[in-house]
């Protein structure tokens, strides 16, 4: 069965620290990859996509995401963490067709200390 | 764009009460899909629509819900007789074809409470 698992429920960064959450799916094909942030009572919020072609992709408010086949992982970046990044980040996979339901991870919770 | 709408923000009802939520897609999307998201959980998908037609259902979505989409433009998702395991924030998103790819845009969501 198709899966994403995100082995970090909650991380506390510094403020101005780097930032690396974790993702890796189970599936059968190269599925189509995507970062999404929820804030607190809020909707989600699209921060990067993959589909094809380069494995290191850039999205809004400086976040990156690198797709690693072998190791089945897309793991999202962030080289310098601000206040304002604290919120709920959810990893998704979908079949690599269109109209097809996204599968999510739980999510990670981010913190970020002064 | 004027991103996807969904209304009402919150609900609150009372178990055995019939519920109703409408989601407004992004103008011209022709896809539009419905998830359910409980505490520390991520969404998980209910229904989805191609225009009007409603093309694929997940096992969640029990006899009790029914989702719409009658010109292909708003959805609104129904829940009969709601029982406190449907509370949840229900999220909406919309998307447009194109070629094999496929992004999903999310609205706020409602957030139903049954007491």
């Known amino acids: 069965a198709q899966s994403v698992t995100q082995p970090d429920i909650h991380i506390t960064v510094s403020e101005g620290a780097s930032l690396e959450l974790r993702c890796n799916y189970s599936?059968?094909?190269?599925?189509?990859l995507f970062w999404y942030v929820q804030s607190p009572g809020q909707g989600l919020q699209l921060l990067l996509k993959y589909f094809s072609g380069d494995t290191l992709v850039q999205g809004i408010k400086g976040f990156e995401a690198e797709f690693k086949r072998s190791q089945s992982s897309f793991n999202l970046r962030k080289p310098s963490v601000h206040w304002s990044d604290a919120a709920e980040y959810f990893c998704a996979v979908a079949p690599p067709l269109a109209g097809t339901a996204l599968i999510f991870g739980k999510g990670t919770t981010l913190s970020v200390s002064s | 764009d004027t991103g996807v709408s969904q209304d009402p923000r919150h609900k609150i009802t009372k178990r055995g009460q019939n519920v109703t939520f409408r989601c407004d897609p992004i103008s011209e999307h022709n896809r539009l899909y419905w998830y359910r998201q409980t505490l520390g959980q991520g969404p998980e998908f209910l229904t989805y629509f191609q225009n009007e037609a409603q093309l694929e259902k997940s096992r969640l979505l029990s006899d009790r819900f029914s989702a719409e989409r009658p010109k292909g433009s708003f959805s609104t998702l129904e829940i009969q007789r709601t029982e406190q395991g449907d509370s949840a924030m229900y999220l909406c998103?919309?998307?447009?074809?194109?070629?094999?790819?496929?992004?999903?845009?999310f609205g706020p969501g409602t957030r139903l409470t049954v007491l």
């Open positions: 599936y059968g094909a190269t599925p189509y």
């Open positions: 998103a919309s998307s447009l074809a194109s070629g094999r790819t496929d992004t999903q845009y």
